[in-house]
C-alpha cells in the first residue's frame, strides 16, 4: 500500500520561502508522476504542479513564478518550495501520486495534508 | 483554460435516496480526462471515479460516472450515510495541466 506524508513548518511569515517535503513509502518515486494540491480553508482544491520520477517538471500557470519542485530518490521524497508568500497562500497542502489508466490521468493515492499558515 | 462548474452547490438529501451531480466543462474534453473525487471534513480527498466512469479499488458500485464532450454526472444510487460529503470534479488538460471544479455537498435533509 502507497502511503505519502507531508511534512512542513506550519507557520511561514510573508515574503518567505515555504518548504513542504513529501516521503513516499510502499512503492518508488522511481515511477509515476508527483504532484502538490492545496486547498484554502473552506475552499475548494487548486492543482499547483508535479514533478516524474526523470525530474520533469509542469507548474500552474498561476503560480509558476514562485514555485520550485524536486526529487531525492536517494530518500524517496520529493519537495515543494513556494517562494514570496502572502495570507493568499494559506491553505493545506497535499502531497498526491498521479496515476495513468485507461488514457487516463488521476490521483490515486493522497498524503494526510499539512496546514500552512502565513502570518508574522 | 478550461472551467469545470459543478451543480448544484449543495444538494440536502436523505439516506436511501438517489444523488446526480453534474460537472459541466467550459469546452469539449475527452471522456478519459474526467475524474470525481469524495472529501469529508478532515480527510484528503479519496478518488472514485476516473476516465469519467471507471470506478477506483474498492469503490461501491453504488457509485456510477457517465457523460461525455462538456457534461458529465456523477450518480449515488442509494445513499449511505458515509456517503454525505463534498464531491469534486477533475479534468486534465494541457495547461494547467489539472482543474477541480468547485465542488457541490451532499448533506444531510
Known amino acids: 500500500q502507497v502511503q505519502l506524508q507531508e511534512s512542513g513548518p506550519g507557520l511561514v511569515k510573508p515574503s518567505e520561502t515555504l518548504s513542504l517535503t513529501c516521503s513516499v513509502s510502499?512503492?518508488?518515486?522511481?515511477?509515476?508522476?508527483w504532484n502538490w494540491i492545496r486547498q484554502p480553508p473552506g475552499k475548494g482544491l487548486e492543482w499547483i504542479g508535479y514533478?516524474?520520477?526523470?525530474?520533469?517538471?509542469s507548474y500552474n500557470p498561476s503560480l509558476k513564478s514562485r514555485v520550485t519542485m524536486s526529487l531525492d530518490t536517494s530518500k524517496n521524497e520529493f519537495s515543494l518550495k513556494l517562494s514570496s508568500v502572502t495570507a493568499a497562500d494559506t491553505a493545506v497542502y497535499y502531497c498526491?501520486?498521479?496515476?495513468?489508466?485507461?488514457?487516463?490521468?488521476?490521483?490515486?493515492?493522497w498524503g494526510q495534508g499539512t496546514l500552512i499558515t502565513v502570518s508574522s | 483554460e478550461i472551467v469545470l462548474t459543478q451543480s448544484p452547490g449543495t444538494l440536502s438529501l436523505s439516506p436511501g435516496e438517489r444523488a446526480t451531480l453534474s460537472c459541466r466543462a467550459s469546452q469539449s474534453v475527452s471522456s478519459s480526462s474526467l475524474a470525481w473525487y469524495q472529501q469529508k471534513p478532515g480527510q484528503a480527498p479519496r478518488l472514485l471515479i476516473y476516465?469519467?466512469?471507471s470506478r477506483a479499488t474498492g469503490i461501491p458500485d453504488r457509485f456510477s460516472g457517465s457523460g461525455s464532450g462538456t457534461d458529465f454526472t456523477l450518480t449515488i444510487s442509494r445513499l449511505e450515510p458515509e456517503d454525505f460529503a463534498v464531491y469534486y470534479c477533475q479534468q486534465y488538460g494541457s495547461s494547467p495541466r489539472f482543474t477541480f471544479g468547485p465542488g457541490t455537498k451532499v448533506d444531510l435533509k
Open positions: 498526491a501520486r498521479e496515476e495513468y489508466d485507461l488514457g487516463s490521468l488521476f490521483f490515486d493515492y
Open positions: 476516465g469519467a466512469s
Open positions: 514533478i516524474d520520477y526523470s525530474g520533469s517538471t
Open positions: 510502499g512503492g518508488s518515486i522511481n515511477r509515476n508522476s
